[in-house]
């Protein structure tokens, strides 16, 4: 099986999707900013939502399940870039090995 050409930008757009809708009802609960930050947030999370069913997968959970290992990396590169907080060796082995069991669900080959 080859990997479809739109599966990873989806699911990276995805993945910013989803952590931009949910750090703005962290930031909102969390770090006491206005409640105005969830209406982007929610806007958001419907595009999170709507780009991951574009997934190029016979089966909603598979996607889901390929699209975490996605979601775990762009997390780390979020941490580091809005947050300031640099990814230690732990955090960069744990996505190695998520991106490698997404690869394995995304690529395993399935029977007909």
Same mark, same amino acid.
């Given at each position: 099986? &080859?990997? *479809?050409?739109? &599966? $990873?930008?989806?699911?990276?757009?995805? +993945?910013?999707?989803?952590?931009? #809708?949910?750090?703005? $009802?962290?930031?909102?609960?969390?770090? #006491?900013?206005?409640?105005?930050?969830?209406?982007?947030?929610?806007?958001?999370?419907?595009?999170?939502?709507?780009?991951?069913?574009?997934?190029?997968? %016979?089966?909603? #959970?598979? +996607?889901?399940?390929?699209?975490?290992?996605?979601?775990?990396?762009?997390?780390?590169?979020?941490?580091?870039?809005?947050?300031?907080?640099?990814? %230690?060796?732990?955090?960069?082995?744990?996505?190695?090995?998520?991106?490698? #069991? +997404?690869?394995?669900?995304?690529?395993? *080959?399935?029977?007909?």
């Amino acid at each position: 099986m &080859t990997l *479809p050409a739109m &599966t $990873f930008p989806v699911f990276a757009a995805a +993945a910013l999707a989803e952590i931009a #809708g949910c750090f703005s $009802f962290w930031a909102w609960w969390r770090l #006491g900013k206005s409640a105005l930050w969830l209406v982007p947030g929610v806007v958001s999370l419907a595009a999170f939502a709507w780009l991951l069913a574009q997934a190029d997968s %016979d089966a909603a #959970g598979r +996607a889901y399940a390929a699209y975490g290992g996605v979601y775990i990396c762009a997390s780390l590169a979020w941490l580091w870039a809005a947050e300031g907080v640099r990814p %230690d060796g732990f955090d960069l082995a744990g996505a190695a090995i998520c991106l490698i #069991g +997404a690869a394995v669900i995304l690529l395993g *080959p399935r029977a007909a």
